[in-house]
């Protein structure tokens, strides 16, 4: 079967906007260093109106997985709701240009904007984000179509959309599709203070619907209200079959069934921390979805993040799959 996805993700669908700037600027506009701070669409139009030399790329954290998906050559789609406006065509060409599909077409008589993440770097590589969320947070089940989540090997979903009722209706459909086509459904926990807004939703989640599921050491200690990690993933692995858990700068611990695999992370200093989380999945995923053990799965994740990290921007810049050739796991 040739219609068949290797990957497909549903997220929020943000572009981020990227302008070079000085403290100073910062100050004047009242925006604190180094943060992802939510702002209001006045606010996020006037900072808009203020960038200079604006230069766009598209965004969003399971976004940026398929991107690198895509970039590994997987058959890979992405699900998220755009606007028919100048950034929403832009998030579409940007994405399918990369060789990911994007089956939803921008949405028309929404008064909503597509959403945009301002993103201001001063002069010693800090980051600076003002996201405005706009329309894609207000995905729902009708913007799932069975057609593309039942006929993907791997559905990979994004925590933060969990944050709104519609968004919880979309990701059990997703699922539903997905498991009912042979695949395998899981997500990424995205954020501690998501996880705990809907604790006992995403335990449900975790427990009776997800095959996989990727977070880092807070978000599973948030999962399961416990500061002992041990005792997180012992409850995680009771309850989901394969279990990711990233610890920056400290080993990887994947978890399945019986197997458990400690993956060496390679400290480098980040040009630009951004994106490591989501390219540690798409490398995972590569693993997973051709086949690869749990060890070298989680060694392409490694590779895929350490890479990222080292340039501006949170999409690989480079063949990443040339990498896990030069590090001999492929």
Not at 59 to 73: I, K, P
């Amino acid at each position: 079967m040739t219609d068949r996805y290797q990957v497909v993700g549903i997220g929020n669908a943000i572009v981020d906007v990227l302008s070079q700037t000085d403290e100073s600027f910062l100050d004047l506009m009242g925006i604190q260093k180094g943060i992802m701070q939510l702002v209001e669409r006045e606010r996020g139009e006037m900072l808009y109106a203020a960038m200079k030399d604006r230069t766009q790329a598209p965004g969003g954290s399971v976004g940026n997985t398929v991107a690198g998906l895509g970039n590994l050559g997987l058959k890979s789609a992405f699900i998220g709701r755009v606007r028919d406006d100048a950034l929403g065509r832009f998030f579409q060409k940007s994405l399918t240009a990369e060789g990911t599909d994007f089956p939803n077409p921008p949405v028309n008589g929404d008064d909503l904007p597509t959403s945009r993440s301002m993103i201001f770097v001063t002069p010693d590589g800090e980051r600076s984000m003002n996201t405005y969320l706009g329309i894609s947070a207000d995905l729902g089940p009708e913007d799932v179509s069975d057609g593309i989540a039942g006929k993907t090997d791997y559905l990979f979903l994004e925590g933060y959309l969990f944050d709104k009722d519609k968004g919880k209706e979309a990701f059990h459909k997703a699922a539903a599709a997905c498991h009912k086509g042979g695949g395998k459904a899981g997500v990424a926990l995205s954020d501690p203070f998501c996880v705990d807004r809907h604790r006992d939703d995403f335990r449900r989640l975790v427990k009776d619907e997800m095959d996989y599921v990727i977070g880092n050491q807070h978000e599973w200690e948030a999962l399961y209200q416990t500061e002992d990690l041990n005792e997180a993933l012992a409850q995680a692995r009771s309850e989901c079959p394969t279990v990711v858990c990233t610890r920056s700068g400290a080993d990887v611990i994947i978890l399945r069934g019986g197997e458990r695999a400690d993956v060496p992370v390679h400290r480098v200093v980040p040009v630009d921390a951004t994106g490591a989380g989501d390219q540690f999945a798409a490398g995972f995923l590569y693993g997973l979805a051709t086949g690869q053990t749990l060890a070298t799965a989680g060694r392409m994740g490694c590779v895929a993040a350490a890479e990222v990290i080292s340039h501006f921007g949170a999409r690989p810049d480079t063949d990443v799959k040339a990498l896990f050739r030069a590090h001999g796991l492929i």
